[in-house]
């Protein structure tokens, strides 16, 4: 018996129906075993039976009571076990055998395991694993079904016993005096078409049978350019094809009925690149199903998010081939971050391009002029460029996707955050020129690069930016052919320096936050320690940006902090056993700047002890900073920076007429004001600040627009604001 029966469980008895499991009938071919059948079609016990007419499961019962009732049972013991049923009424569903037509598959079983393994499985353990097990295992391929619908089955029938399968409609006609010149090849037409049987002269018959419908699916290559019969080259040109994509369902469906029939025919495989999917499931992890109400209607969610939001949720939120976990917060998280973040970028240039009056098409982008922000910004952008397209022609899609949502911030609160003030400037000089035509250039090569991910966002995009200034422009970005790279304004030095300024920004305004002192109140220095140093124009990025006075590279910081290493005993203890004693005074004598980069470094920390070296990884130790008092500290990777809290009487008093201005702008804002309107700044009630207001004037009227400020007294729009502790009315005119 197979080797899934076993003497040690269950009964040791076996119950054999040949008729109703693949297994079973396995069993009674080989033993010899008689093939019963008393149930119908319909799924009713025959009239062979005592309960002729009664459904199979109902019978079930009836049955058992029989065979106690005539001392014929031995145990009917009831437990839980999966049972197929049907996925559209939940009726419960047997297997049934009956008599088919096969396609002989293991003949040609190394020949398809040869196939599979020209092919590119993204991933490739489906390949190799789940596709690769099915192909190792390969039955025959049963491909008749007893219905109406379908392909009929091209055979044709003798009651002497011969067979014929029919190749061509041009054969049929040939064999047969009743085929209609205009046969439709689908029943009843095609049943009605008969020959003479070679063998006795009898008239043939075309057999009940439809070819199974994913026989249709696996021929769709050449079937959908009727060859063999015409189209001869676009079809060699086509096949096989670069990629396909469907569910992981498939391994058993569309992926196997390609393979299989390409092998039969031409014995390649029929696609270069597989990239398979994973399903889509709620919120919570379960499948989705109408009847467990947690089916979302694909209409629906387009009118509420939008093509492109799901659309891009699905190319970044997780690798294809995962399954994911759909809900409506998930993509409209994606459309914030990476969308609305596009959207406002583009939103800022049109802005300011429409105050300006600036047509792109009037300008060049002449990178010897360009500032070190925008080199940045193009070489940033063609890096980009070169990732993308790089992932997308090795279908990496979250990749692509991730590196597209990565520059797109970059632009919009690093380059556009930092140029803002250049957009502002009056007149048209080169700096201003220099700005418009990088971030033009930046947003018109993103639409292209991301066309094929978001394709309605971009098309708004280029129209507006590109087809709507130039004539001769293709109408629509997908016409356009998708970004090249410009390999001469890829600089890596630069973006390395400029990534080494992002990741010290991050850590200061980490610094700042737990220190509780705003970005606008200026702080005095601030040290580093990273990988190398940065030249002086991007020390004074950083120093702008976190508003620090001065910035300086150290070599260590054990002047700011210290780090304490100390084992975890109940962890370790196990691992070390008598060792532990020698690796706490090891410990004891570590240099805890150096193990803790050692830790960062590799994942874990090496000590040679005289008992023999030991390997300690991060849930062994316990790693603790200590911070010089008047500084704050922040870590990561390689970057260390300590922040200077302590505060002097100008540093806060530059505090205080930065959050002056910050306060006008807010009122220019509520206000309606437009970007370019001057003002009259009023200002009354509190002779501290305005003081500090008079002797700062000349910079809060540059900063705001003011054509006056006037003190003790308010007009216009006014608001009273506490700032530091100090309260103000304020007002604009």
């Known amino acids: 018996l197979p080797i899934y029966v076993t003497t040690s469980d269950g009964t040791g008895i076996v119950h054999i129906a040949p008729a109703f499991g693949e297994d079973d009938n396995r069993v009674c071919r080989k033993y010899d075993m008689p093939f019963v059948q008393y149930v119908d079609t319909k799924g009713q016990m025959t009239e062979d039976t005592d309960w002729p007419g009664v459904f199979v499961k109902d019978a079930d019962p009836l049955i058992l009571e029989n065979l106690k009732e005539t001392g014929k049972l031995f145990k009917a013991p009831a437990f839980e076990h999966s049972y197929p049923h049907c996925w559209r009424c939940d ?31 993204i991933p490739k353990s489906i390949g190799e694993g789940r596709f690769g097990d099915w192909l190792e295992h390969v039955q025959d391929w049963g491909i008749s079904r007893n219905r109406y619908w379908g392909t009929p089955l091209n055979v044709w029938e003798c009651e002497c016993g011969h067979q014929h399968a029919v190749g061509s409609i041009e054969e049929l006609r040939g064999l047969s005096d009743n085929c209609p010149a205009d046969i439709e090849l689908h029943r009843p037409y095609i049943d009605n078409v008969t020959f003479p049987c070679p063998e006795c002269g009898k008239e043939m018959h075309r057999v009940p049978e439809v070819i199974d419908c994913w026989f249709d699916s696996g021929a769709m290559p050449f079937a959908q350019w009727h060859y063999p019969f015409e189209n001869k080259d676009i079809f060699e040109r086509r096949f096989p094809a670069d990629f396909i994509s469907e569910a992981v369902d498939q391994t058993r469906g569309w992926f196997y009925s390609l393979i299989a029939i390409s092998t039969l025919l031409f014995n390649k495989a029929p696609y270069r690149n597989v990239i398979v999917l994973g399903h889509v499931q709620d919120e919570n992890g379960q499948k989705m199903s109408k009847s467990k ?6 209409m629906d969610a387009l009118r509420t998010h939008g093509a492109d939001a799901i659309r891009w949720y699905f190319y970044e939120n997780s690798a294809p081939w995962l399954p994911n976990r759909y809900h409506a917060g998930a993509v409209q998280e994606g459309q ?19 105050i300006d ?11 010897e002029k360009l500032g070190v922000m925008d080199k940045w910004c193009l070489s940033r952008l063609n890096t980009m460029v070169k990732e993308v397209d790089d992932n997308l022609a090795n279908y990496r899609v979250t990749e692509a996707a991730k590196a597209l949502q990565s520059f797109v911030e970059e632009l919009s609160n690093w380059y556009v955050r930092r140029s803002r003030s250049r957009f502002w400037a009056k007149g048209m000089e080169q700096d201003k020129i220099n700005a418009y035509m990088t971030l033009y250039t930046a947003l018109v090569t993103t639409a292209k690069a991301a066309a094929p991910m978001i394709p309605f966002m971009t098309e708004s995009i280029y129209r507006n930016l590109v087809a709507g200034i130039d004539k001769d422009a293709p109408e629509s970005v997908h016409l356009c052919d998708y970004p090249a790279v410009e390999e001469k304004y890829i600089d890596a030095e630069l ?25 606008r109140q200026p702080i005095g220095n601030m040290f580093v320690k990273a990988g190398s140093e940065l030249p002086a124009f991007f020390r004074e990025i950083v120093e702008d940006e976190l508003n620090i006075k001065q910035i300086t590279f150290k070599e260590n910081m054990e002047e700011y902090l210290s780090y304490t290493v100390k084992p975890q005993f109940r962890v370790l203890g196990p691992k070390v056993g008598k060792q532990m004693s020698d690796v706490k005074a090891a410990l004891l004598k570590l240099d805890g700047q150096k193990a803790k980069e050692e830790m960062d470094r590799n994942g874990f920390l090496k000590l ?6 030991v390997t300690l990884q991060p849930e062994d130790i316990e790693i603790t900073m200590s911070q010089t008092e008047g500084y704050l500290c922040q870590h990561a990777g390689e970057v260390t920076i300590a922040l200077e809290t302590t505060l002097t009487p100008e ?3 530059e505090g205080f007429v930065r959050e002056i ?3 006008l702008q807010t009122m220019r804002k509520e206000n309606g004001f437009e970007v370019t309107d001057h003002i009259t700044v009023y200002a009354e009630g509190n002779d501290k600040l305005t003081e500090l207001m008079r002797k700062h004037e000349e910079e809060i009227s540059r900063v705001v627009l003011a054509d006056a400020m006037q003190y003790g007294r308010t007009e216009g729009f006014s608001k009273e604001w506490n700032i530091n502790g100090e309260k103000i009315v304020l007002a604009v005119k």
Request: aromatic residues 14%; charged residues 25%.
């Open 661 to 663: 201005v910050s306060k």
């Open 336 to 354: 914030r971050k990476f969308m609305g973040t596009l959207w406002n970028t583009y939103a800022f240039f049109v802005l300011y391009a429409d």
């Open 608 to 613: 040679a002890l005289p008992s023999g070296e």
């Open 357 to 367: 009056n600036f047509d792109a098409t009037k300008y060049s982008l002449d990178y």
């Open 91 to 121: 009726t419960p569903l047997i297997y049934y055998a009956r008599e088919s037509w096969f396609i002989k598959m293991t003949d040609v079983k190394d020949d398809l395991i040869r196939n599979n393994r020209t092919v590119n499985w």
């Open 495 to 519: 973006e390395k320096n400029m990534e080494l300024v992002l990741e010290i920004v991050v850590l200061g305004r980490a610094a700042r936050n737990t220190a509780n002192i705003k970005n």
């Open 651 to 653: 540093l806060i008093e």
């Open 293 to 298: 109400g947690n089916a979302v209607d694909p």
